[in-house]
């Protein structure tokens, strides 16, 4: 049997009649850029993040790297981001001249470390970047507490996080939290598109407006460029495209969480995997499946030869890779992220993940781990 780790084509073949009407509609009008179906998703996806603003932009990075240039942070600035994550978000800090500081994470949510945060706040800290990675929120009400202490930014890394709840207080959607909430549209996200694609959320107007021309060249009208902008805006197409899945998303996220409580049923006496755990603050919808394990290497091995498709996110945290090796970080300085990235493993994971397609991923993995 084969199992990819990702099917994007039994999700196409669900939606696949509508998207066709929907990128057909675009090509009769011909508003490729910025047209109708982007401003209608711009409002729908606000509306379901529960945020007055959204703003549609060609790539998540895109989201967090404009986010910091509409705040103002830059050249002399620090920016404090979660060791284990995508390096997209460290990118989009230095690419607006800030220096982003590693913070470690917790071993069990994979998510930043509320603790380690405080530690690494200097004078020139402006902003801190939560991610909420594999599909769970951070803890972001102390993140939000140490921010009013010490007035700095909260800008939310949402690409992998789509429709999860925080559940402390009054619920609230991944995003909907911080200054900002940044999405990304990648097409093997929850909500992916069939290209590159993301988004801004905000309640504030001042940087809804510009954020809005900072995407669009830094211009008031077609040929008046009032600030340096650069060319970042959300394609109309794959607005259609997200308009069309965004209906399916709360379903979709809603089957992963199936296909995770059949994975935890399978494996939970399996001894030597830790399974992925759920943290109280927030729900899970299961962008990534990650387990942990000793002998991760073997495994990857054994998994792939019996046709698995598996992942290892992410083998290098992020000071140990080379582009950053001019922070001054050296190895042994984030433990919990260098012992989490030796051993994890990410499992097939997508709505459509059949059962027994899970039974034969976990029957292969007790071959070698038992």
């Not at 050249?75 to 390096?87: K, M, S």
């Not at 460290?90 to 690419?95: G, I, K, L, Q, Y």
């Not at 939970?268 to 990650?290: E, M, N, W």
């Amino acid at each position: 049997m084969k199992v990819p780790f990702i099917d994007l084509h039994k999700q196409q073949a669900v939606v696949e009649k509508e998207i066709n009407a929907a990128i057909k509609k675009v090509l009769r009008r011909g508003d490729y850029i910025l047209g109708e179906e982007e401003k209608l998703f711009e409002r729908e996806f606000g509306a379901y993040c529960g945020k007055r603003y959204a703003i549609g932009l060609n790539s998540g990075t895109d989201a967090l790297f404009l986010s910091l240039v509409s705040l103002g942070i830059g050249l002399g600035d620090e920016v404090i981001v979660p060791v284990f994550t995508f390096i997209a978000t460290a990118f989009a800090v230095s690419c607006a001249g800030a220096k982003p500081v590693f913070a470690d994470i917790d071993a069990k949510t994979f998510n930043i470390d509320v603790a380690k945060i405080e530690q690494a706040i200097t004078r020139k800290t402006k902003a801190i970047i939560p991610v909420h990675l594999f599909g769970q929120l951070a803890d972001m009400q102390p993140i939000m507490k140490l921010a009013r202490k010490y007035k700095l930014k909260v800008i939310e890394d949402a690409c992998q996080s789509h429709g999860a709840l925080y559940l402390k207080g009054k619920a609230a959607k991944s995003g909907a939290i911080g200054d900002f909430g940044c999405f990304s549209f990648y097409p093997t996200k929850n909500l992916g598109g069939v290209g590159d694609g993301g988004l801004v959320v905000t309640n504030d107007k001042t940087l809804n407006d510009k954020l809005r021309r900072l995407r669009d060249c830094g211009r008031k009208s077609k040929y008046a460029h009032v600030i340096l902008g650069y060319n970042s805006r959300l394609d109309t197409l794959q607005a259609a495209v997200l308009r069309v899945k965004l209906r399916y998303l709360d379903k979709w996220n809603k089957m992963r969480r199936a296909a995770a409580v059949e994975y935890d049923r399978l494996l939970k006496d399996v001894p030597g995997v830790v399974l992925p755990y759920t943290a109280r603050c927030s729900s899970h919808i299961y962008h990534i499946y990650a387990v942990r394990v000793k002998n991760r290497d073997k495994l990857v091995e054994h998994l792939k030869a019996s046709g698995i498709g598996v992942m290892v996110n992410y083998p290098i945290p992020l000071h140990l890779q080379e582009v950053y090796k001019g922070l001054g970080y050296k190895k042994g300085d984030f433990p919990q992220a260098e012992q989490v990235s030796k051993e994890i493993i990410s499992l097939p994971m997508h709505p459509y993940l059949a059962k027994r397609e899970i039974k034969y991923v976990v029957e292969k993995i007790k071959e070698v781990v038992h």
